[in-house]
């Protein structure tokens, strides 16, 4: 079955910083990855998705991605966090079953931006 | 004009009673999903439906039921509450029920069983 872990329930990162917030996944088909943030108190929105073609994927708010398939890993990056970066962060992927397609959402990564 | 929205947006009752959570989505979309958030942030996929038809149900009491009256719109009743059922509720909805689309969250429900 497919799964996600993400490393680290919590990063801290100063304003200005690079943010890495990691993902890896374990599936047996070519897998569709996500992230989604969530904002305090707010529901998920997508920062960005790779599905096929090219592996760096770009995000809104500065984000991106790549997909490392030997790595089975779609690692989140952004070169300078900013204080309205702090939100949790949600990898997923895709579980694509014979009667139907599901996503499954890894545990979150809580990302706090210090002034 | 909000995209998914939920109704109510807390709600607070006593062990035992019965509630019901409303989603409408003005997307357009064909799928609409039910996800369950606990303490510790978690989400997990109860139900889905794609054009009213369910497609998704997970190992969910069957305390839970959805209703799909229309593709727009997916409501969430449960019954005899428990503490266990505490949660952030999030209606979702995507264009279609393939496993690439881009899920659309609502605020979310804020159930507090006491």
């Known amino acids: 079955a497919q799964s996600v872990t993400q490393l680290g329930s919590h990063v801290s990162v100063s304003e200005g910083a690079l943010v890495l917030l990691r993902c890896n996944y374990s599936s047996s088909v070519p897998p569709y990855l996500f992230w989604y943030v969530q904002y305090p108190n707010q529901g998920l929105q997508l920062l960005l998705k790779y599905t096929t073609g090219a592996t760096l994927v770009k995000g809104i708010n500065g984000f991106e991605a790549e997909f490392k398939k030997s790595e089975t890993s779609f690692h989140l990056t952004k070169p300078s966090a900013h204080m309205s970066d702090a939100a949790e962060y949600f990898c997923?992927?895709?579980?694509?079953?014979?009667?139907?397609?599901?996503?499954?959402f890894g545990p979150g990564t809580s990302l706090s931006v210090i002034p | 004009d909000t995209a998914v929205s939920q109704t109510p947006k807390y709600l607070v009752t006593q062990m035992g009673n019965d509630k019901s959570i409303k989603c409408e989505q003005n997307?357009?979309?064909?799928?609409m999903y039910w996800y369950k958030q606990d303490s510790k942030k978690f989400l997990k996929i109860m139900f889905s439906y794609n054009n009213k038809e369910l497609i998704i149900n997970e190992t969910v009491p069957n305390r839970f039921s959805p209703k799909s009256p229309d593709k727009a719109h997916l409501n969430l009743h449960i019954n005899s509450l428990e503490l266990g059922d505490s949660a952030v509720y999030f209606c979702?909805?995507?264009?279609?029920?393939?496993?690439?689309?881009?899920?659309?969250f609502g605020p979310g429900t804020r159930l507090l069983v006491l």
């Open positions: 997307l357009g979309h064909d799928t």
């Open positions: 997923a992927v895709s579980d694509r079953g014979t009667s139907y397609d599901k996503v499954i």
């Open positions: 979702a909805s995507s264009p279609a029920r393939t496993a690439q689309e881009t899920q659309y």
